[in-house]
Nanobody, 117 residues
Framework: QVQLVESGGGLVQPGGSLRLSCAAS????????MGWYRQAPGKQRELVAS???????NYADSVKGRFTISRDNAKNTVNLQMNSLKPEDTAIYYC???????????WGQGTQVTVSS
């Protein structure tokens, strides 16, 4: 029943842009906080950006001013617009859904983002 499906990953040159999308079920989209994490080879998974159902957002310091997370209510999707991409942004990006009561987490399969010349 619960499914998170990412799309939009790919290869982009430094300074370029990419838009990731995460399709969620209506229930997840309505009640869960949504976010994007990323994991590069040899590193632990880290939070990139998050957004709650009310619209408040939070960003990692490394992406502030470059990335924007948003919700599309008509499509039940969470998007991550990534601008001014750097090689260090290269990672697998995962969509994430979370609620605190009860504590529940769901993860997408991940989509590869590669920033390289």
């Amino acid at each position: 029943q619960v499914q998170l499906v990412e799309s939009g990953g790919g290869l982009v040159q430094p300074g370029g842009s990419l838009r990731l999308s995460c399709a969620a079920s209506a229930i997840i989209f309505r009640f869960y906080s949504m976010g994007w994490y990323r994991q590069a080879p040899g590193k632990q998974r880290e939070l990139v950006a998050s957004i709650i159902s009310g619209g408040s957002t939070n960003y990692a310091d490394s992406v502030k001013g470059r990335f924007t997370i948003s919700r599309d209510n008509a499509k039940n999707t969470v998007n991550l617009q990534m601008n001014s991409l750097k090689p260090e942004d290269t990672a697998i990006y995962y969509c994430h859904a979370h609620i605190s009561i009860p504590t529940t987490d769901y993860w997408g399969q991940g989509t590869q983002v590669t920033v390289s010349s």
